[in-house]
């Protein structure tokens, strides 16, 4: 499932490829995955033209120039694809914009996904966007940031991080390595967290989430253009690698159950 590293980076090559180019046509065949008819896709956005490309935690929200925004979520996962023309364009898709220029992207959601129609006011009005708090990726993000919102919190730590109210861009994937590389067991409340499993759990988001970065994103991904990333099985540290030994202290990694997921967790290194 595409995280910040993957989400971060596919939001940046859009950003650079797409900005300034003029959409000519659009096509969707699973209706279900949007908010408006194709009737109205095409009377709102074709002529429009691109003016930027961001992501807001998961989402990846697209800008045009005449106040109308498309925002994307991918779900468990798609493919979303550039192609230069029609004639290199993926075999299959749900989705597929068309510039001016001849070039596209097209995107096939693996399970389900999201493809909104939004004016400016709809965006940051939309309940599912507009709360989304700002990502580690993110210059705001500081340590000062990150322990104001922790301040007074009561919950367990890993519910607080997957909430993407508190903190976007974070999810299952990378959880494991971030809260084994802090030591921290994923039901410690952060009440009973100290002022140094607070900076350890800051350096850890910030330094599992740029390895990945780093390595292009997780393997099994692609990005705009058609590049897997490089982030490994191999690269977890512990992350779904029950059974085999904790890289720290040698113990036996487990998995236990937080909520509905599953959390990897060295049972010494992690206590609770
Ligand atoms: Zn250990």
């Known amino acids: 499932m595409a995280e910040l590293p993957e989400i971060f980076k596919i939001s ?10 003029i959409i000519k046509d659009i096509v969707i065949t699973q ?3 949007t908010n408006v008819t194709l009737e109205d896709w095409k009377k709102r956005v074709i002529g429009a033209q691109i003016q ?52 596209g992207y097209t995107i096939r959601f693996w399970w389900f996904g999201k493809f909104l129609l939004c004016t400016d006011e709809e965006l940051a009005s939309n309940p599912e966007i507009k709360d989304i708090a700002i990502d580690p990726f ?3 993000f500081t340590f000062e940031y990150f322990t104001s919102i922790l301040k007074g919190k009561r919950t367990q730590i890993k519910s607080f991080l997957m909430n993407q109210r508190n903190v976007s861009g974070i999810g299952n994937a990378y959880m494991h390595d971030i809260l084994f590389k802090a030591r921290l067991h994923p039901q410690k409340k952060i009440s009973d967290m100290t002022a140094e499993d607070i900076k350890n759990l800051y350096n850890s988001i910030i330094s599992v989430l740029n390895f990945s970065r780093e390595k292009d994103g997780l393997a099994y991904e692609k990005d705009f253009f058609d590049k897997n990333g490089k982030y490994t099985i191999d690269d977890f540290l512990i992350g779904y690698k029950e059974k ?3 890289p720290s202290c040698g113990e036996t990694i487990i998995s236990i159950k937080t909520g509905s997921a599953t959390s990897f967790i060295c049972p010494n290194c992690q206590k609770i």
């Open 244 to 246: 085999r030994p904790c």
């Open 31 to 33: 209706e279900k995955c």
């Open 138 to 140: 993110d210059s705001k």
């Open 12 to 21: 940046r090559q859009m950003k650079e490829t797409l900005n300034g180019k």
């Open 52 to 103: 930027d490309v961001i992501n807001k935690g998961k989402w990846i929200v697209t800008k045009l120039n005449n106040g109308e925004n498309i925002a994307l979520s991918v779900g468990m996962g798609a493919d979303v694809l550039f192609f230069e023309n029609e004639k290199k364009q993926a075999d299959k898709y749900q989705i597929k914009v068309l510039f001016k220029d001849g070039s």
